[in-house]
């Protein structure tokens, strides 16, 4: 009769941890197996302790640094998970024992999402520039590793809202997923930003932000439609939020994140049909209304804070394009 193993504990999702005085350290074999039963073992045993030069030590040592705190919260954002990831499959090996064709194996494993697998060796070339810099290993394995290309059936274009839409969304839109609407729009930021917004951020008149991706710092006068719903947003709170409390909150009035809002306008899209335009294209809306009110190339940059004027350009044209149409149309009556 086999002796059951008293320190195991399961996780929800499945996987087999060894659980010691609240530590858990996961098993990777298939449980029933000899492979099982070694790595159990060596665990219990003390002999399987993360090398001192292991990817965990080298991605706390990277949180730690002056690089890391000089980025962009939005670009942190972006490679937390993938830095979760590699902690959690490669966190105890040593760094000197990575390839290249580890790092080709990782991305082929996250090929159903392309972004993330993208981003992985990006995380790896910037985790050994620094294990480099330790002496922890002589050369960079990220360095000429080929992106992932994203399949043409799932490049699909932001479509901008038409003047449909929008009405539909201000006629039927409930208000949480309408306040966030006009943020979208009025601000003509990315929806990371959205988020930080605090009451801090609006003096009644102007928004103003620092763009996560950017770092740019904007003063952004609110549209009619923005400023309307931001003063109802705040006298529906029933008292005069702080400074510092978030514009977009979840039920208990804690910040609201990326995931929770985007899961918000993907469900009211779903109610009122809209899904053929997603809160991305809200920041091409406002371009565009930008540009139908004559705005110049720069003027919209100014506003929408693009570092380059090609989306610009794109959603613009199209905006002056209808424009010059419809003005086309009223001579021709």
């Known amino acids: 009769m086999t002796k059951a193993k008293k320190y195991l504990w399961r996780h929800p999702s499945g996987r087999v941890y060894v659980r010691i005085k609240g530590k858990l350290t996961r098993i990777k074999a298939q449980e029933g197996t000899a492979e099982f039963d070694r790595e159990y073992w060596e665990i219990l045993s003390g002999k399987r302790a993360a090398a001192k030069t292991s990817w965990g030590a080298l991605i706390d040592a990277l949180r730690e640094s002056d690089k890391w ?52 060796p990006t995380a790896i070339s910037m985790l050994s520039k620094l294990a480099i ?32 839409a929008v009405d539909k969304m201000r006629e039927e839109g409930r208000p949480l997923p309408r306040l966030i609407f ?57 008292f005069v939020p702080h400074p510092s409390r978030h514009i977009l909150t979840r039920a208990d009035g804690s910040a609201m994140d990326y995931h929770a809002m985007a899961r918000i306008m993907v469900r009211e899209r779903k109610r009122l049909g809209l899904m053929a ?38 959603y613009a044209g199209e905006a002056r394009q209808i424009m010059r149409a419809r003005q086309a149309a009223a001579k021709r009556k």
């Open 277 to 314: 335009f997603d809160q991305h294209a809200l920041r091409y809306r406002g371009v565009m209304e930008l540009a139908w009110a004559g705005c110049t190339d720069d003027e919209i940059a100014s506003y929408s804070g693009h570092t380059t004027k090609a989306m610009i350009a794109k």
């Open 133 to 164: 810099r330790k002496r922890w290993r002589p050369d960079n394995p990220a360095i000429g590793i080929e992106p992932l290309k994203v399949p043409s059936d799932r490049k699909k274009p932001h479509m901008p809202w038409p003047d449909w």
């Open 69 to 120: 705190a000089g980025y962009t919260a939005r670009y942190r954002q972006d490679l937390e998970p993938i830095l979760e990831y590699l902690n959690e499959k490669i966190g105890h090996v040593d760094v000197s024992r990575l390839t290249q064709a580890d790092i080709y194996d990782a991305m082929e494993k996250n090929r159903h999402r392309v972004r993330f697998a993208n981003y992985i």
């Open 182 to 238: 006009e943020i979208g729009v009025g601000s003509v930021q990315r929806p990371g930003d959205w988020v930080g917004f605090t009451w801090g951020d609006y003096d009644g008149e102007i928004l103003k932000l620092t763009q996560n991706k950017t770092g740019r710092a904007l003063q952004l006068p609110c549209t009619d439609n923005l400023k309307a719903a931001l003063d109802q947003a705040k006298a529906s709170l029933g």
